[in-house]
């Protein structure tokens, strides 16, 4: 009776949903992150040292094994291969500073893995970026180290190596314009030249990887909430503020994590904006010269609510 | 009602009903006092001695007690309690007493001592709640004195205020932060449930193989008889 059910080719297949399935896999898509990334690998290597490599391979290496290591604790199928573990690796490294001692590293990547998202239950159940988480870890667990930021190697005239932002903040300090397009700024290792993540974060726009909507609502945001504060003479303008820290590679490598971003159009804005204007208020008032970090992990934990709020209308309901 | 031993009574604090780690009450304490082992210890001895006094105490009145006011007479009776290691750890280790700060007056609305009071000492006798008391007690100083342990030990490289750990080790100062407490909180938890659901699968496996032994023993004796 099995058999010949089988051998009947049925035309109408019937199945539960999700009905409409896309070619793009989780695997193809951590891919072209990583492939967006590399512009920020390069300038990395150029602008602090090519033994920054060093840090990218040693996160990469302890986030891929904490990932196999947890899950044969856990006896469940290995997910190494979705490639998850890299790209979180990568993130990580490329947010941290240069020179920073690789057995931190290690801490921080096995930290971002194990406490940011296998403790949630792996890929697509954690509530925050496990690469922030780690790097949120490492800020309050080495905090000095995590502060000291390196002069860049190239070109040889880099007069200082604080950041921008705390150049400004602790000595009124203005960066010019063009050395933090071009990447020549004291920073973490991905963070520094905008030009490397711009084109980066454009491929990923352009290949429909990310929402478009998160990266260029973070922007404007940040533009409108900055300039408030610039025309009330409290803070440098608008564009210095998108182009110094981790703003620009926050907005599109950071925020735009497929988990841990809303899932509606209207949900974006506000998380984006939620985002902008936590960076811009602890930038200005608070103790730290930089807040793009605790403003996605902010934001991250608010996405639930969002996504609660923001549930689109049912074909033919009514609106309550 | 199954009374069950003297003995059982006094255990059932340490390791089934471990204030801090089954019952998950006086997380405030806990999360807040173990920045290291020493005040962890410290902190819970001071609520030990105040949850075997009052139990004891509220044991003794637990008939002359209206049900209308007995929150507020236990909390009398705690509060006289506390005022008493305050006063005591004030004069005796100021130091200690210092570090602790306000968690010393704030034993009077520890949810362990009240939780003790309201669900155990007012319905049974008083030697049964002096064990109660003692066990969950001893459970708490054995919890708190793990978690400070671990924290000192990660977040400042001694335990005891030994140093222990190599000097090249850098120590991780988020774990004498709150964030630390959560996160040691958090994994141990997690552990100690990982090991309970284990020990309880191995039970009811255990009790399926007894009980499908007996059927197979029961259908060779049918065979044989037939």
């Known amino acids: 009776m099995m058999e010949i059910i089988e051998k009947k080719q049925l035309k109408l297949k019937l199945t539960s949903s999700p009905h409409i399935h896309s070619d793009l896999s989780s695997k193809k898509a951590m891919l072209y992150v990583i492939i967006a990334l590399l512009p920020c690998v390069i300038s990395s290597l150029v602008f602090f040292g090519a033994r920054q490599f060093l840090i990218i391979l040693t996160s990469i290496f302890f986030t891929a094994s904490a990932e196999f290591t947890v899950r044969k604790i856990r006896k469940q199928e290995s997910t190494l291969s979705d490639g998850s573990a890299f790209l979180t690796g990568l993130l990580l490294a490329l947010i941290l500073p240069p020179d920073f001692s690789l057995s931190s590293t290690a801490i921080g990547a096995v930290v971002s893995i194990v406490i940011g998202k296998e403790v949630f239950g792996g890929l697509g159940c954690n509530i925050f970026n496990p690469a922030l988480v780690g790097r949120a870890f490492l800020q309050a667990a080495f905090p000095v180290p995590m502060t000291t930021w390196v002069k860049t190697e190239f070109p040889v005239d880099a007069f200082s190596g604080a950041t921008p932002l705390s150049a400004y903040k602790f000595d009124k300090v203005i960066t010019d314009i063009f050395p933090m397009f071009l990447g020549n700024t004291g920073g973490s290792l991905g963070e520094t030249s905008a030009i490397a993540i711009i084109a980066g974060g454009i491929f990923l726009v352009f290949m429909k990887i990310v929402n478009w909507r998160i990266p260029f609502s973070i922007i404007t945001g940040s533009l409108v909430f900055s300039g408030i504060f610039y025309l009330m003479g409290k803070t440098p303008d608008p564009i210095f503020h998108i182009l110094a820290g981790g703003l620009l590679f926050g907005s599109f490598f950071m925020a735009t994590d497929w988990v841990t971003s809303p899932l509606t159009a209207k949900g974006i804005w506000i998380y984006g904006f939620g985002i902008a204007f936590l960076v811009i208020v602890i930038r200005v008032f608070g103790g730290l010269p930089e807040g793009v970090m605790y403003s996605i992990l902010l934001m991250n934990a608010f996405v639930p609510l969002i996504n609660k709020f923001t549930v689109p209308l049912i074909f033919g309901g009514k609106d309550e | ?226």
């Open chain 2, 1 to 226: 009602m199954i009374r069950i031993s003297y003995w059982r009574e006094f255990v059932k604090g340490i390791l089934d009903q471990n204030p801090t780690f089954r019952q998950l009450l006086g997380t405030c304490p806990t999360l807040a006092v173990t920045v290291s082992a020493v005040n962890g210890i410290a902190m819970a001895l001071a609520t030990s001695f105040v949850l075997v006094f009052s139990s004891v105490i509220i044991s003794m009145i637990r008939k002359l007690i209206p049900s209308q006011v007995r929150i507020a007479s236990y909390i009398v009776i705690i509060a006289s309690f506390v005022t008493i290691v305050d006063l005591v750890m004030k004069a005796r280790f100021p130091e200690l007493s210092k570090e602790l700060g306000p968690y010393i007056p704030l034993i009077v609305v520890n949810c362990i001592i009240l939780g003790r009071a309201e669900a155990f000492s007012s319905k049974n006798t008083i030697f049964r709640s002096f064990l109660d008391a003692l066990g969950n007690g001893t459970g708490f100083l054995l919890a708190l004195t793990l978690i400070g342990s671990i924290r000192e030990l990660i977040g400042s490289g001694k335990i005891f205020n030994f140093g222990i750990l190599p000097a090249e080790f850098n120590p991780w100062l988020v774990m004498i932060l709150p964030a630390g407490a959560f996160i040691t909180y958090g994994l141990l938890l997690a552990s100690i449930n990982q090991i309970s659901i284990r020990k309880k699968r191995i039970k009811k496996e255990k009790m399926i193989e007894e009980i499908i032994g007996k059927k197979k023993e029961s259908v060779l004796l049918s065979e044989v008889a037939s």
